[in-house]
């Protein structure tokens, strides 16, 4: 495709290599044609799709209702903030979206916007949506994905900000809202590992909050066999040990669960206390793949199957051992994060506890296969 020309009036044409060439010192651009994941490739989190599908679909019209609402005194938002640990399905989901609905994407690393130069940070800032805001006019939609934004909006009060990140948050907050008063098709997003972080006025200016946990068994269950099913499709056997073992818990899992809610009178949670693998670790002396992956982000799992392939290419199979092994190598994301901002005190506790009793049983009885 051809770089930007003069239409003539002066006017820059933003073509895929313009945005690419204008964009990309802040960040990574996507173009829809270019985006390997889909909607369906992120599992989980149906909630969320649900009302993601009513706002990429408002973003498409969004010159329509945007004159509406204005209309009525109300300013149209289009603003998502995306919180949780790493490797949910935050940036991923965002990008399945925008393929799904044919929107270009620039996903801003905010450390990049940041500068020790007294000024810069904000006139960074400011260029970045400005041009953003030029691009989503001239094609009708774009989105603006800004990448662990605490680096910009961290809590004004904070006695360890200095003066230059507290300026960049007002500049953040008055662009923001300069955008949403001129009716601009232009997306913005913001994700964050360290929500607790954030100031409150970045949270105000955020139409929708959403909410990325660790998944729990059923999912992990899902995101194991969704991984499985690639591993076949790129012609490699797996053995159908993994598959027996993986049923074959899951449904000691989902009895166990089904007793304790039973008895207990109140639905439980897997990471809402120690109470369900504490039951299941009376009744099952092996521990399996939905045990070991407590606290395992989909892309943890993702990361262990990788690792697998490196010897099940190849051997042409992968085995139980082999893939139990690989997950246990990388290990999940909650065991290494000790932020109170990722998981509550109870969680991190509850996940410590449950790798210790793993490690435990690992020693003294490696899991049948």
């Not at 973003?59 to 949780?84: H, I």
């Not at 969680?347 to 449950?354: A, G, N, P």
């Amino acid at each position: 495709m051809s770089n930007s020309k003069d239409d003539g009036d002066g006017k820059i044409t933003f073509t895929e290599d313009v945005i690419k060439s204008r964009l990309g010192k802040y960040g990574a651009v996507y173009f829809p044609s270019a985006i390997q994941e889909s909607i369906d490739d992120i599992l989980g989190n149906e909630n969320i799709k649900e009302i993601l599908h009513d706002f990429f679909k408002a973003l498409k019209k969004y010159y329509e209702f945007s004159k509406r609402l204005k209309g009525a005194k109300l300013n149209p938002s289009l603003t998502v903030l995306l919180y949780g640990p790493p490797g949910t399905g935050k940036t991923s989901l965002t990008r399945g979206f925008a393929k799904h609905y044919d929107i270009p994407l620039c996903v801003v690393e905010t450390d990049r916007l940041v500068s020790p130069l007294l000024g810069d940070t904000i006139k960074q800032i400011r260029n970045v949506v400005d041009l953003a805001a030029e691009i989503a006019k001239e094609r009708g939609s774009f989105i603006l994905f800004f990448d662990e934004i605490d680096a910009i909006g961290s809590e004004r009060s904070n006695i360890h900000e200095v003066g230059e990140i507290k300026r960049a948050v007002i500049s953040f907050l008055q662009v923001i809202d300069r955008i949403n008063y001129e009716g601009v098709p232009l997306a913005i997003f913001g994700a964050t590992n360290h929500q607790n972080q954030l100031d409150s006025a970045i949270w105000r200016r955020f139409t929708f909050h959403f909410s990325f946990e660790f998944p729990e068994y059923p999912l992990r269950k899902k995101i194991i066999e969704s991984f499985l099913a690639k591993v076949k499709n790129a012609k490699i056997g797996v053995d159908n040990s993994i598959y027996t073992n993986l049923a074959e818990e899951y449904e000691m899992i989902q009895k166990i669960h089904s007793n304790l809610t039973s008895k207990l009178g109140y639905e439980i949670s897997e990471f809402s206390d120690t109470l369900l693998w504490d039951e299941i670790n009376k009744n099952n002396k092996n521990q399996g793949l939905l045990e070991l992956t407590i606290g395992y982000s989909g892309s943890d799992i993702e990361r262990g199957t990788k690792v697998s392939l490196l010897k099940a290419i190849n051997t042409e199979r992968l085995t139980y051992d082999l893939f139990y092994n690989s997950l246990k190598l990388v290990g999940g994301t909650a065991i290494h994060v000790e932020r109170q901002d990722i998981l509550t005190d109870s969680k991190q506790r509850f996940i410590k506890s449950s790798k210790n009793k793993q490690e435990k049983r690992y020693m003294k009885s490696p899991p049948e296969i």
